[in-house]
């Protein structure tokens, strides 16, 4: 029987680079959401493990076992035919890959297969695996629940992939401080874009360095009507901002969509 599962988009508000491991591993204190925008994927049980990726950002996704979706189903012991449909750019620090593998860990689980840990598939598939507000800690291996309130948001990616490596190399310190203890409940929006003004990705800074079109998306993100806050997630080159309402977030990604026709811009509520 055909099962289908929804591979949210994940967005990092803050990323804070607390320390790096003797094994070279990076610590990290960041609050993350998800979207209501993310890939697709159907599992049909069959013989043979089998991959095939199609949408708008299907090119160069490998369909073998360099996927993350391929190493979780195969850890799991999972054969059959599984199709991936790409909504979000790969490369784009929005947690694409990670985000995939996590449902396909979620499928199988609720299917009675032992799932394999989900820290070995990536630092990012444990919080897509949660798929939820979290602030996540340590290699990613620590993750706290947070309330936060549904938040108004437009996404933008200016097509470049960003390659991780490169942008945590160029980082010029790796012992940045951490979040505040606690974080505060927010009522609004405008809350919680208040405190996250205050917050940090210490990635964008070399993430721009590398890319020079994330600082151009940021800063055509600022300008948008309403705006709250903008920033990268993750480890680039999607960009957001936060609105006040989604009737504020569809005209900004209608404003920069119609500026800018060559990037991804999608509406979305986060959380």
Not at 30 to 58: C, I, N
Not at 86 to 113: E, F, N, Y
Not at 197 to 212: C, K, M, Y
Request: charged share 20%.
């Amino acid at each position: 029987m055909k099962v289908e599962a929804f591979a949210p988009a994940k967005i990092n508000l803050t990323l804070h680079v607390t320390g790096q491991r003797n094994d070279g591993y990076h610590l990290l204190d960041s609050l993350v959401v998800f979207a209501d925008v993310g890939d697709r994927l159907e599992f049909t049980p069959g013989p043979e493990l089998m991959l095939s990726v199609t949408g708008e950002h299907a090119t160069g996704v490998p369909t073998d076992n360099r996927n993350l979706v391929w190493k979780a189903a195969e850890a799991a012991g999972w054969t059959g035919q599984i199709d991936l449909t790409k909504v979000l750019p790969h490369g784009g620090g929005i947690g694409g890959g990670s985000s995939d593998a996590a449902a396909t860990l979620r499928v199988l689980s609720g299917q009675g297969m032992a799932i394999p840990d989900a820290l070995s598939l990536g630092a990012d598939v444990p919080v897509c695996t949660a798929a939820q507000a979290t602030r996540m800690q340590g290699i990613g291996d620590r993750l706290t629940p947070v309330s936060l309130p549904h938040l108004p948001a437009v996404l933008i990616n200016p097509g470049i992939p960003v390659p991780t490596g490169a942008v945590f190399k160029a980082l010029t310190l790796r012992d940045y401080p951490p979040m505040p203890a606690e974080i505060p409940k927010f009522e609004t929006p405008q809350d919680c874009a208040d405190w996250l003004r205050d917050q940090r990705n210490d990635l964008e800074i070399p993430a721009t360095s590398t890319a020079g079109e994330i600082g151009v998306v940021l800063d055509a993100l600022k300008l948008t009507t309403r705006a709250l806050m903008a920033r990268m997630s993750g480890s680039g080159s999607t960009c957001f901002a936060l609105y006040p309402t989604m009737k504020d977030a569809h005209f900004a990604a209608y404003e920069i969509g119609a500026a800018h026709p060559d990037w991804w811009c999608r509406a979305t509520q986060l959380n």
